[in-house]
């Protein structure tokens, strides 16, 4: 009982039943209804880490469909958007990455299977910004941007400066690096996957590229 392990345990019991008493879920009393008292139990990290899904084990866990991405595939796309007649929707470009990147994958990717939403979306984001600039389409990627906030002609055109001097448009390669760091980023925030890492890695970034090194089937 003098663990912290015991001391977190009663923390995060207690702040789910707090939680739940000020969301109306339940009335503050001296007896809480068992349901209530449950899941206040199955919210701590210790409860999950006891009855952690075998299909969320890292070392079981499995992407669902096809295999993953490659720097051909990512060139293809590349040269397609390159031409200035190919317009691609957005619901297509995102059919596109889906593809390609299977831990994007609404249902069997790794973001959904982790209970990542939020993450997710800001993979994809942040991966159709980054093709956007470096096929050069100034207007695709400032197109979600409200008017007084859109991005100026100035600073697109440094950026392409930046782009072209790098030589990353011509490296189909470092291209499809960056666009899977893109895609994985956000892993190492997932608490199901946190429960199971080594106490040393204090930071999501760390907590990634461990993911990275050791976890590839993620």
């Known amino acids: 009982r003098h663990h912290m392990t015991c001391g977190l345990f009663v923390y995060q019991f207690a702040n789910s039943l707090l939680g739940q ?3 109306g879920k339940c009335d503050a009393g001296d007896v809480l209804p068992e349901d209530v008292i449950a899941f206040a139990c199955k919210d701590t990290d210790c409860y999950q880490s006891l009855h952690m899904e075998n299909a969320r084990m890292l070392d079981n866990f499995k992407i669902g469909g096809c295999s993953a991405s490659c720097a051909a595939e990512v060139q293809k796309l590349l040269s397609r958007l390159s031409d200035s007649s190919q317009i691609l929707s957005g619901k297509e470009m995102l059919e596109e990455l889906e593809s390609m990147f299977p831990e994007i994958r609404p249902v069997t990717g790794t973001h959904a299977c982790f209970s990542l939403p939020e993450e997710r979306y800001r993979a994809i984001a942040s991966m159709v910004s980054a093709i956007y600039l470096f096929t050069n389409r100034c207007d695709d990627f400032a197109k ?12 697109w055109d440094k950026l392409q400066a930046f782009v072209n001097w790098s030589g990353i448009r011509s490296d189909s390669n470092f291209i499809h690096v960056v666009l899977v760091f893109l895609a994985l980023k956000g892993l190492g925030k997932a608490k199901h996957i946190i429960l199971q890492l080594p106490d040393r890695l204090s930071s ?5 590229r461990y993911l990275v090194e050791e976890h590839p089937n993620l």
Do not use: I
């Open 204 to 208: 999501s970034e760390s907590a990634t």
């Open 144 to 155: 979600p941007q409200s008017p007084g906030s859109k991005l100026s002609a100035e600073t």
């Open 21 to 23: 008493v000020n969301t």
